[in-house]
C-alpha cells in the first residue's frame, strides 16, 4: 500500500471537523493535500501552508479524480444526499479510500458496496449510514472499518450536554446506542475488520479511523501510523 506521505489527500468539506483532520494530518506529512468547500476558507489554508503543508484548494471532480485517501465532511441535504454515487466512485483513483465520519446518506451505499466488492475501491471507513443501526450488505466486506455512529460519543460530549455535570460512562446518552449496536456491527456475521471503537471525541475520530485503515487494510504502511 501507499504511504500517508507519498499519497493524495481529498477532503469534501473544510469547516471545523474538515481543519481539524488536515491538521492531524500535518504529522503524516502527506505528498499532497486537496481541499473543496462551498467557502474560501483562506485563513485556515494560510495556517496550513505556514505549518509547511503542500495544500491547495480544488474543484470536487479533481479532489475526487486525484486522491489516494477521500475523507468527507459535509453536511446531508438534497444536494449532498448520495454526492458520492456509481458515476462518481468510478472517476475515483483505483484503489483509493474512503472515509466517511459526516452524515449518512451522503455515499450510496449500494454502489460502495460494489466497487468494494469489485476492488475498484481499496477500503473504505464508515462511522455514519442511512439507516441506523446498519443492517445492511456491508457488513460481508472485509476491506471495510465500520462504527455505528459513535463521533459525538464521549464522556466531554455529556459534559457539556449536562451543563459541566459529571456522567459515569454507563449512563452517557449514547451508551445505548452501543449496547444496540455491538449485536449488529460486531456480530458473528460480521468480519473481524468490522471494528467497534471506543468512545472518541468527534474531532479525533479520523484519527482513529486512519489507525484502524493502517492496521487492517494496508499492512505496508509505517508502524507509527
Not at 42 to 50: D, M
Not at 189 to 204: G, V
Request: proline residues 5%; charged residues 20%; glycine residues 8%.
Amino acid at each position: 500500500g501507499l504511504r500517508l506521505e507519498e499519497s493524495v489527500i481529498g477532503i469534501i468539506g473544510f469547516g471545523r471537523i474538515g481543519f481539524e483532520v488536515a491538521r492531524l494530518l500535518m504529522a503524516f506529512k502527506p505528498r499532497q493535500l486537496l481541499l473543496h468547500d462551498i467557502q474560501p476558507k483562506r485563513q485556515q489554508i494560510g495556517y496550513l501552508k505556514v505549518k509547511g503543508m503542500n495544500v491547495r484548494v480544488a474543484s470536487f471532480s479533481e479532489v475526487i479524480s486525484a486522491s489516494n485517501i477521500l475523507s468527507l465532511h459535509v453536511p446531508l441535504y438534497r444536494e449532498t444526499r448520495n454526492m458520492i454515487d456509481d458515476e462518481v466512485i468510478k472517476n475515483m483513483v483505483k484503489g483509493a479510500f474512503l472515509l466517511n465520519t459526516s452524515r449518512g446518506g451522503i455515499i450510496d451505499e449500494n454502489a460502495l458496496y460494489n466497487s468494494l466488492s469489485n476492488g475498484d475501491l481499496g477500503g473504505a471507513a464508515l462511522d455514519v449510514f442511512e439507516h441506523e443501526p446498519y443492517t445492511g450488505p456491508l457488513r460481508s466486506l472485509n476491506n471495510l472499518v465500520l462504527t455505528p455512529h459513535l463521533g459525538s460519543c464521549s464522556v466531554e460530549h455529556d459534559f457539556l450536554l449536562t451543563g459541566g455535570e459529571s456522567v459515569p460512562w454507563q449512563q452517557l446518552s449514547c451508551a445505548g446506542l452501543m449496547r444496540d449496536s455491538v449485536s449488529t456491527l460486531a456480530s458473528p456475521l460480521a468480519p473481524e475488520s468490522c471494528l467497534l471503537l471506543t468512545p472518541l471525541h468527534e474531532m479525533h475520530l479520523f484519527h482513529a479511523l486512519s489507525r484502524a485503515l493502517c492496521s487492517v487494510l494496508v499492512a505496508q504502511l509505517p508502524a507509527e501510523c
